[in-house]
Nanobody
Framework: QVQVEESGGGSVQAGGSLRLSCAAA????????MGWFRQAPGKEREGVAG????????YYADSVKGRFTISQDNAKNTVHLLMNSLKPEDTAMYYC??????????????????????WGKGTAVTISS
C-alpha cells in the first residue's frame, strides 16, 4: 500500500520561512513526480511545486516562483519544500502528492489536482500579517 506522509508546517509571521518535508513509500512507478498542492478555505486545490524523480526538473506555481524551492532525496523517496518570504496569502492546508510523470515533467500532473492518485493527509501553514 502506498504511503505519503508530510511533516513540517506551522505558523509564522509574514516574511518568515517554513520547511515542509514529505516521504513516500511503495510508489508503483520509478518515474514519478512528488511535491505539494495547497488549498485555502473556499478555494480549489492548486499545484504549488513539483519535482521529477528522473532529472530533478521542477514545476512552480507563478505565485511562489522565486520564494519557494523544492528539492529531493531520491534514495529516500523524500522531497522538501523551503518556503521563504511567506505572505498571508500562502496560508492554506498543504498536501504532499505523488503521481506518475508524463513525459518527464510534472507540468501536466501539477496543473490538475484531479489527476493525482496519491495524497498525504495535509499540514497547516498559517502566515500572519
Amino acid at each position: 500500500q502506498v504511503q505519503v506522509e508530510e511533516s513540517g508546517g506551522g505558523s509564522v509571521q509574514a516574511g518568515g520561512s517554513l520547511r515542509l518535508s514529505c516521504a513516500a513509500a511503495r510508489l508503483p512507478y520509478s518515474s514519478n513526480c512528488m511535491g505539494w498542492f495547497r488549498q485555502a478555505p473556499g478555494k480549489e486545490r492548486e499545484g504549488v511545486a513539483g519535482i521529477y524523480s528522473g532529472d530533478g526538473s521542477t514545476y512552480y506555481a507563478d505565485s511562489v516562483k522565486g520564494r519557494f524551492t523544492i528539492s529531493q532525496d531520491n534514495a529516500k523517496n523524500t522531497v522538501h519544500l523551503l518556503m521563504n518570504s511567506l505572505k498571508p496569502e500562502d496560508t492554506a492546508m498543504y498536501y504532499c502528492a505523488a503521481a506518475y510523470s508524463f513525459g518527464g515533467s510534472c507540468n501536466r500532473a501539477w496543473g490538475n489536482y484531479k489527476t493525482i492518485p496519491y495524497w498525504g493527509k495535509g499540514t497547516a501553514v498559517t502566515i500572519s500579517s
